[in-house]
């Protein structure tokens, strides 16, 4: 008996449009720029936000805050992003941009807040860490604050620049990753910005490293619940189960 004849099934055409019109992952370019095609990426119109390092604004130039529910807030404003007065799980979205290097005399980092100048604790009398460890510490206590506020799926967007300190390799951007990992972030993304002008340095006898010209936005979501200030000190830290 002659089989049947079978007619082929017309092929499904895909979804959507052939475009270069994206988003894209390093940019020459200033803040501001980057930091609203990430906010177009990942946050959602009327969400609620906390910028805790919020200064003169200048991520925000290119936003229409009015899309958002935002809560600016500086330490020079009383706001310690390391403490913040909001209650657990509250937000969408938090934005970290503190000081991401340290500043000996405080003309190494001209172009962004001053580590010495805004976070007092660079000093070994108050038993506190020293120079890039301090810069990680002042990240990773920020951080499980975040954590804190932040509801479960919520974005924390976090600037930061590698350093060499004392002759060495810092990779900042690495290690931020790693260590959040611990408190309930996974990294969805890591934008580079390169400056428009080259930097320059005030004495070199001979240049040891390449001289950093980019800096990172990296962006975690909230994927667990691992971290909730249960007492005023904020020192207790639990696993919720």
Not at 65 to 84: A, H, T, V
Not at 210 to 227: C, D, G, P, Q, T
């Amino acid at each position: 008996m002659e089989g049947k004849k079978m007619t082929p099934k017309k092929r499904k055409s895909p979804n959507g449009i052939a475009t270069n019109d994206l988003v894209f992952s390093a940019y020459t370019a200033n803040n501001a720029d980057v930091f609203s095609l990430i906010l177009d990426l990942y946050v959602s119109s009327g969400s609620k936000i906390a910028d805790v390092t919020y200064g003169q604004g200048a991520f925000w130039k290119n936003v229409d805050k009015n899309k958002f529910e935002l809560y600016p807030s500086d330490l020079k404003n009383g706001i310690d992003c390391r403490k913040l007065p909001y209650e657990n799980e509250t937000y969408d979205c938090i934005v970290l941009d503190p000081p991401y290097m340290h500043s000996p005399g405080g003309t190494a980092h001209v172009n962004h807040q001053n580590f010495e100048n805004y976070y007092q604790n660079n000093s070994i009398k108050n038993e506190e860490k020293k120079y890039h460890e301090a810069v990680l510490d002042l990240y990773f206590k920020a951080t499980k604050e975040a954590s804190r506020v932040l509801k479960l799926k919520g974005i924390f967007i976090v600037k930061c620049q590698d350093e060499v300190c004392a002759n060495k390799q810092r990779l900042t951007h690495v290690e931020l990753i790693n260590e959040f990992q611990k408190y309930g972030f996974r990294c969805e993304d890591l934008f580079i910005i390169i400056r428009n002008n080259k930097p320059g340095v005030s004495r070199i006898l001979k240049q040891r490293h390449a001289r950093k010209n980019h800096s990172y936005f990296l962006v975690f979501r909230k994927i667990e619940n691992v971290i909730r200030s249960v007492l005023p000190s904020r020192e207790k830290i639990l696993r919720i189960v």
